[in-house]
């Protein structure tokens, strides 16, 4: 289509290119939004759950740019749909379901843990968004058209969502990572002070132990002196009356 002038339109930049991304989450959401109870029940169990719930906007099925009475809004129909009471023939899956709701809408009312999520999701789309313009760039040098998949904004939308549930992916194996590391330290640290209480309890023992037969100790060598003496004047006693011994004469 061309602009005023006969000019050709200039091609879409990326705020454009997002905008259609999150208006194509919006359709999709709100096709989302009237799955059955079970459906929910399933799209929040589908294997690879683990993962795909770490995004809490994904969860919910709500824009990041949502404001807090739409996120409000949102969990409340959710959680009603999945509830346990309203699934009464599969109690389990429906409270599992529940929880990722409840988890993704406590976490979403945190600021801190609101805006990490957002940072995670704007990092997604930027590094596609990088990627994206390499690539041009890499075609435009060879004298190709730049015409690439990612044009397409239901292909952008796919890559930016398989970008994020990456990021989401790999910031949880280094949380469990470093979770694991701080629970190795503690209860190294742990044994470390019961081996320590541990030692200083041998320690007091064997003092308590060497005050209470310190008496005995010293009665015992003051005992086993005395016999020495005793025993020593003796045998003088014995040499001194010893009569000399007697030398023979040799005959020639």
Same mark, same amino acid.
């Given at each position: ?25 919006? =359709? ?30 994904? $969860?919910? =099925? ?55 999520? $957002? ?12 990627? $994206?313009?390499?690539?041009?760039? =890499?075609?435009? +040098? ?12 239901? $292909?952008?939308? =796919?890559?930016?969502?398989?970008? !994020? ?30 081996? !320590?209480?541990? +030692?200083? +309890? ?20 003051? !005992? ?17 009356? +010893? ?10």
């Amino acid at each position: 289509m061309a602009a005023a002038g006969g000019e050709p339109s200039a091609k879409p930049d990326s705020d454009d290119l997002f905008q259609t991304f999150y208006t194509e989450v919006k =359709q999709i959401e709100k096709r989302d939004s009237v799955l059955t109870s079970k459906q929910q029940i399933d799209r929040l169990l589908r294997p690879g759950s683990s993962y795909f719930n770490l995004n809490p906007f994904e $969860v919910l =099925q709500i824009d990041p740019e949502a404001t807090d009475e739409e996120l409000k809004k949102r969990f409340r129909a959710l959680s009603i749909l999945v509830h346990p009471d309203k699934n009464q023939d599969d109690p389990d899956r429906a409270q599992q379901a529940f929880e990722a709701v409840d988890k993704a809408y406590k976490l979403l009312l945190e600021p801190e843990q609101k805006k990490r999520a $957002v940072d995670v999701i704007q990092a997604g789309r930027e590094y596609i968004e990088h990627m $994206v313009k390499e690539k041009k760039k =890499q075609l435009k +040098k060879d004298g190709k058209d730049q015409t690439v998949e990612e044009d397409d904004p239901e $292909v952008f939308r =796919q890559e930016v969502y398989k970008r !994020t549930m990456k990021l989401f992916a790999e910031l949880e194996i280094k949380r469990k990572e470093r979770e694991a590391k701080d629970m190795h330290e503690r209860k190294r640290a742990r044994e470390e002070e019961i081996e !320590t209480a541990e +030692k200083a +309890k041998r320690e007091r023992e064997w003092q308590k132990n060497f005050e209470e037969t310190r008496d005995g100790r010293v009665d015992s060598w003051r !005992t086993f002196q005395a016999k020495g003496k005793s025993k020593a004047k003796a045998k003088e006693k014995r040499s001194f009356l +010893k009569p000399p011994k007697v030398k023979m004469e040799q005959r020639e």
